[in-house]
């Protein structure tokens, strides 16, 4: 078998708003006045996750209290939410505080229908080309909470700063048995703002973050997500 592939991305910090009282239309309108000329490049995609978890729900329980050295586990692709999932990826998502990075792996294709159980999500891990620690702690963890929205992109003139702008988030409740999605939950407030930037550019980044008139929101999709459900 060849080597695994694992791709790691930069470290970055990350700041995030959640947008309440205002429509899309006066997001935008901020985002395209900011002193830092964002602008879009790339045209807006639907992302679908389904984040994986301890039986104790523990990755949930580290974000949720704070703990400074987190991460989540999940399974990433674009485009539909329900039937073939092509090219979708493992995701691992490293944070320490603010700053945070990825390793991510291939996966192969497989579907999402009614009927769908981690254990047929088990049998695609098994499938693909995975680091033997990655395979034997997914054996440990399954799938609690599947969620969608479409994302936006933006960069700045100066291309040291991007943003993303996701709408119409969607949350299903989702078990390592037969899950037929039909406990859902669509996020109220509707639109998150996230501010993103290399470690360096992080005292410059207060000032661009105070010429957006939202506030900070460190809560998770998936903090949010399983919340839901909680009720």
């Not at 309440?20 to 639907?46: C, D, G, M, W």
């Not at 700063?161 to 039909?182: K, P, V």
Request: aromatic fraction near 14%; hydrophobic fraction near 30%.
């Amino acid at each position: 078998m060849k080597e695994a592939y694992c791709h790691t991305t930069e470290l970055r910090y990350e700041r995030k708003f959640t947008i309440a009282n205002s429509n899309k239309a006066t997001v935008l309108a901020h985002i395209k006045k900011h002193p830092a000329f964002f602008r879009e490049i790339y045209h807006p995609r639907q992302i679908t996750n389904i984040y994986l978890d301890t039986s104790q729900y523990q990755f949930y329980n580290d974000n949720e209290v704070g703990i400074a050295n987190r991460k989540k586990v999940r399974v990433r692709w674009y485009g539909n939410v329900f039937g073939r999932v092509q090219n979708p990826k493992l995701e691992y998502k490293l944070k320490v505080g603010l700053a945070g990075n990825k390793r991510i792996y291939p996966l192969p294709d497989f579907e999402v229908e009614k009927g769908f159980t981690g254990q047929k999500l088990q049998t695609f891990f098994d499938r693909a080309n995975l680091p033997a620690e990655v395979h034997s702690e997914l054996r440990q963890l399954r799938p609690t909470l599947l969620n969608t929205y479409q994302r936006s992109y933006y960069q700045s003139a100066d291309k040291q700063f991007r943003l993303t702008l996701d709408e119409d988030l969607t949350y299903y409740q989702i078990n390592f048995g037969s899950n037929q999605f039909l406990r859902e939950a669509k996020e109220r407030l509707g639109l998150v703002v996230e501010l993103k930037y290399a470690p360096e550019q992080e005292k410059l980044a207060s000032r661009v973050a105070t010429e957006l008139p939202y506030r900070l929101d460190k809560k998770s999709k998936y903090v949010t997500g399983i919340e839901f459900f909680k009720k």
